[in-house]
């Protein structure tokens, strides 16, 4: 039963109209019957307290549809690195406001010298990905005469480009992905102006969280996931979160079907070694409410504190006043990592506190921590891919419910 014992007592302290849950059980049960998503796994947490986990849809291995599926969740990553970096700034490591170029001496001249690790975490350094990677290819094409291989390219079609393009460049073409600097593609992005100044846009931004992560690795001299075991995963007690999955755990990732968005990528062991700073991490949904709540409770879990409550603060509040943001400038509200509602209309559900944040993960995962109302939520699926058919927002409806249930 989704709606724990827990809440069913505690209804009255908790600020619960529980009628209101079993509406929201049948609103997910009905985005599997209806075929929205392949697989949905949800927790909510109150006060601390669980208030609602559900478990619905299929897994394509045998492990089935449990609370502590793993999921690869992209994008949610970028959070676990702000707060890293937080607590490298707390050691005296790092300086969010030195340049980049301080940590990574590469990453310097054209306008780089200007950007700052905070520009980064808020989205805000003027770069944009879609002005990076075209540029690499075209690059790739007409500097080394080397074409990136078509659409339908499998992984060892796309070994063998990047081996070939680091010969011609002079890097050592068998560097693992973790070595910036036989990276090609970065390399080359050094290579490419800077067309845009610092603050002078806010537009959402990958390439600049890799920077972050190779940051970590540098200041720390070990690979991300060691340090982030000992200093977050641990302490917090998340005992199912990784940047490389250890094997023994890989039939716990979430099997996904040829369907889904990502399919067959997203189920690769390449995948469940993925050390993406932008989107590597592999969690479950007790995990990431564990962090969660760690935030909203100023930075402890359980006794155990992680992060300053001035971190947290200078983490959960708007630090892209005044940058205008491409199409609407409520989109620009961003924190150390985290997205911060403010008047944004969205969909994560109009309902949701002013203060309430959120990150999205591609291929079907969010996580919504809302201060105000004291809740954490963890909503992660398997979404198909957008052609495969038209994609109902459930994300939006499922908090709506939610909220419609507090008293």
Known sequence: MPITKYALDNAAMLGLRTQRLDVLENLIQKFITQDERQTIVIRITRGGSVIFEGCYGVNTKPYGVKPDLIFPVASITKPIVGTLLLILQEDGLVDLCDPVSKYLPEFDGGGREKICPWHFLTHSSGLKDEEIWPAVEEYTKTELGLAEPGEDAGPEEWDAFHKLVRQKMGLDPNAPDSDRLNDAGYIISLKQPVNHPPRSHMTYCNYGYQRLKEII?????????????????????????????PEEKW????????????????????????????????????????????????????????????????????????V????DITFAAWGLGLNIKLDKKDDTGILRSHCCLDHGGWAGTKIIFDPEEDITAAIFTAEYKAEAKPLLGIYGRIMNVLYSALE
């Open 217 to 245: 690795d540098a200041v720390t001299g070990e690979p991300i996931d060691v340090f982030a075991q000992r200093r977050l995963f641990h302490p917090l007690g998340m005992t199912d979160t990784y940047w490389k999955t």
């Open 251 to 322: 039939d716990r990732i979430l099997g996904r079907g040829e369907k889904c968005e990502g399919y067959p990528w997203i189920n690769s062991e390449r995948n469940y070694q993925n050390e993406s700073g932008s989107g590597g991490m592999k969690t479950t949904v007790g995990d990431i409410t564990k962090f969660g709540r760690m935030i909203l409770d100023g930075g402890v879990y359980q006794g155990h504190r992680i992060l300053s409550r001035r971190s947290i603060a200078e983490m959960t509040r708007n630090h892209n006043e005044g």
């Open 324 to 327: 205008p943001a491409e199409g």
